[in-house]
């Protein structure tokens, strides 16, 4: 599909230049930096830094002709079409979304990392996070991940982890404010549409630390992560302005403290969830799994997880049954079954209020990448809605 892309450039003072003519790139995500910046130094020998995005013709991603704010350090030296972009500041931009703000966090990182020998290269920037990689002799060796201020507990559940079970998540080499994190290099691949055996493989690493944390929720609240456990008006605030737009979804809101009630008399903690357990959130190496990206990470029900890690899986029956059983083992009468059946409409309600969390939080001109989410997961909670005993 990929995508076309149009740059419009800023000096280091932010001052409009123009914009170059549209090249076309490969990957068809609209937060992928990588092929933008070398698509633009491959066709006008020209080094940006990709800030943000400002326009697209599509309302949602992939795909489609993506206009995205530029900055360079040089004059271009190539002619540039007038353009007209709104750059008046905003309270809700990332600090690595404005002229100077990716410059001096390279800087930090580098800085950090102690090592001339290294060639940063942008890998991502939306709204969520930016994202760059220190390259020696062609091969990663560290990275950075910056983050808005709604995911700045993720150095610290890192921490957590990292002191519990070593080699489970990325090794924090050091971390600052503004939500910046120097990352150790994980060999190995994100592994995107992974089948069943890794998925039961990767549910096994994660229950001993989901055991573990569940007796350590001061803990965790106390280290800054979100507290996410049942909030049946936050669920509902979210949904009530989609009523008269989804079928079923009342029906989901009327049942909802019944429903959360049976959930909690099945016994099973709160405790740490990653809050986004898909394959890509692991890379793996042989036999070696690590668990990256827990800017999503809370406080709440451990259920989350497996229905995540579960949800591209053709036939996921053999993992929740092992999930079920490892927690019917470590918490004696509970049942991990009824649970999962019951939480399923509430994960897509909680889904749907995270996304809702990410529209308030960021700027007008990025609500593209997560608008249609809000409506997209109350259906899916109208639609995944089952009966239990007290209908």
Known sequence: MGRTVTLVLVDAAGAMLGALPPVEVELPWWPEAADVVAATRERHGLDVQVLR????DRPAQPGG???????????PGVPLAPADADLTPHPLRAPYAVPGGPAASVAWALA??????????????????????????????????????MFAHEPAVLALLAGFAP???PTVLASAAPGRMLLAHVPGEDRYDAGEEF??????????????????????????????????????RVAEPFLDEIDGLAAVLDALPGRIAAIEACGLPDTLVHGDLHPGNVRADGETRVIVDWGDSTVAHPAYD???????????GKVLQEWAQRWRSDVPGADPERALDLIRPVAELRSAALYAEFLDRIE???????RADVPARLSAAAAAAVRWWGD
């Open 199 to 236: 998925c039961a493989a990767v549910a096994a690493d994660w229950h001993p630390a989901q055991v573990h944390f569940a007796g350590r929720v001061a803990e965790l609240l106390a280290a800054g992560v979100p507290d996410r456990r049942f909030d049946i008006d936050r669920l509902a």
């Open 364 to 370: 007008p001109a990025e609500w593209p990448y997560h």
């Open 306 to 316: 497996i229905l995540r890690l579960c949800e591209g899986l053709e036939e996921p």
């Open 65 to 75: 002709h993506v206009t995205y704010l530029a900055q360079v350090f040089e004059p």
């Open 167 to 169: 080699g489970l998540v």
């Open 112 to 149: 950090a990392l102690g090592r001339d020998d290294v060639t940063p290269v942008q890998q991502r920037t939306w709204n969520l996070s930016m994202i760059w990689h220190f390259d020696a002799a062609g091969t990663p060796v560290a990275w950075l991940k910056q983050v808005p201020r």
């Open 53 to 56: 995005l400002l326009t697209a």
